[in-house]
């Protein structure tokens, strides 16, 4: 079946540490997207990347850092100078071009101690 | 910057009644307008995506109509079950086609069986 994986489902972190949130796709999509979620706030764009390589930075991107070395994968790390890094992430993938219909993950769920 | 609102935030109705969840965009220059429906603790599942060509679309129970002109987009559910309970999120891509998507902050559905 193809579509989104993210992992970890949830995560906790200690403050100070940096972590790695995976996401990778099979739908062959040439977009991918960062989301972080937080109650009551609207998704919130963190990082997105149009092809292999090449990534740009969305409206809260402080704090974040991506990597894009193959098309299907697009990890997320959270750093030790992102402010308030409690919250869910989401990652999604659009075909370039075509409708642009999104598509997500099952997000992923940090929590720092 | 383009604003999507959507009202009400949380919205009950006994088993069987048909509803209607409304979105409301301040900038009419979209590429298109994508609905989303979220379980807790999941991610989103795209429900229907309307092009800024269109005025309708419908998949099952759903029907989904766009007026761009008043900025205002409806997710109709017909005939409502307990299954449907969820929150809907409403997505504007602006009219340039680019990537950054601006949502809603959804609203919670509660059916009543």
């Known amino acids: 079946d193809g579509g989104i994986t993210q992992s970890p489902k949830y995560l906790f972190r200690k403050e100070g540490q940096n972590v790695t949130l995976s996401c990778e796709q099979n739908?062959?999509?040439?977009?991918m997207y960062w989301y972080r979620q937080d109650p009551g706030q609207g998704l919130r764009l963190i990082y997105y990347?149009?092809?292999?390589?090449?990534?740009q930075k969305g409206d809260i991107a402080e704090g974040y850092s991506v990597s894009r070395e193959k098309k299907e994968s697009f990890p997320l790390t959270v750093t030790s100078a992102q402010k308030n890094p409690t919250a869910f992430y989401l990652c999604?993938?659009?075909?370039?071009?075509?409708?642009?219909?999104?598509?997500f993950g099952e997000g992923s769920r940090l929590t720092v101690l | 910057k383009q604003e999507v609102t959507q009202i009400p935030a949380a919205l009950s109705v006994p088993e069987g009644e048909n509803l209607v969840l409304n979105c409301s965009f301040t900038?009419?220059?979209?590429?298109?307008l994508q609905w989303f429906r979220q379980d807790p603790g999941k991610g989103l599942t795209s429900l229907l995506l309307?092009?800024?060509?269109?005025r309708e679309q419908t998949s099952g129970r759903l029907n989904a109509s766009l007026d761009k002109s008043s900025g205002r987009s409806t997710l109709y559910i017909a005939a409502s079950q307990p299954g449907d309970s969820a929150t809907y999120l409403c997505?504007?891509?602006?009219?340039?086609?680019?990537?950054?998507?601006?949502f809603g902050t959804g609203t919670r559905l509660t059916v009543i069986p």
């Open positions: 990347s149009q092809i292999v390589n090449d990534f």
């Open positions: 997505a504007v891509r602006p009219g340039t086609g680019a990537n950054n998507l601006f």
């Open positions: 900038d009419s220059a979209i590429y298109n």
């Open positions: 999604a993938s659009a075909r370039q071009g075509g409708t642009g219909e999104l598509f």
């Open positions: 739908l062959n999509h040439d977009a």
């Open positions: 309307i092009q800024s060509s269109q």
